[in-house]
């Protein structure tokens, strides 16, 4: 099996060396499936890794992905493929990340430190990873599910005094771009839950 994923991570590098790569310098890690990147020019950019989630801040092993992820990128040069800009209108890029021939997007779905966003990817080399991922650890209990973390969904909530918890208004503020529940624009939203 590993040699099927192998192969399918050798086509994807060879497929995306056509499209321009960029090389940038995590300067660090803005959520947990987000960089904060020092371009040539000591501009600050966003990417969001492409194809997967992660739990967000005060949601269950949170801070374990967020190290994990640091850990790999932060302070090191990475390449940047296949960049396409948010679907939820945010600035910044939607892209998949290297460190040297590392690919970390997949890496976090590896380790379970992250899980395939099925809602915006059909990545079929990130589901496998997945699956292989869910296999090796059947027998175990994982600490992460690949499930969402909550019942929430981005068509039932459009304002603060709808929400019933700061955990529920992050949700609506990061994975659902509503950024009409961040008030003061410091990523916190919904003040009078999360204060």
């Not at 396409?84 to 892209?95: I, M, P, S």
């Amino acid at each position: 099996m590993n040699k099927i994923i192998s192969f399918f991570i050798a086509a994807l590098l060879f497929s995306s060396s056509v499209l321009a790569d960029i090389f940038e310098h995590v300067v660090n890690i803005a959520d947990d499936d987000t960089l904060n990147l020092l371009t040539e020019k000591k501009k600050i950019i966003k990417i969001r890794l492409a194809g997967i989630d992660t739990p967000e801040k005060g949601q269950p092993f949170w801070k374990k992905s967020k190290n994990f992820l640091s850990s790999l990128v932060l302070e090191k040069d990475i390449i940047v493929k296949d960049s396409t800009k948010d679907h939820y209108g945010r600035t910044g890029t939607v892209a998949n990340v290297y460190v040297s021939d590392n690919w970390i997007n997949a890496e976090l779905v590896k380790t379970e430190t992250a899980w395939m966003y099925r809602k915006y990817t059909k990545n079929k080399i990130l589901l496998q990873i997945e699956k292989e991922s869910q296999e090796k650890k059947s027998s175990k209990k994982t600490e992460i599910s690949t499930k969402k973390i909550n019942n929430f969904d981005c068509k039932s909530k459009k304002y603060c005094k709808e929400m019933s918890s700061c955990e529920e208004a992050r949700f609506y503020l990061n994975q659902c771009g509503m950024s009409r529940l961040d008030r003061y624009k410091d990523g916190i939203p919904c003040e009078n839950l999360c204060n």
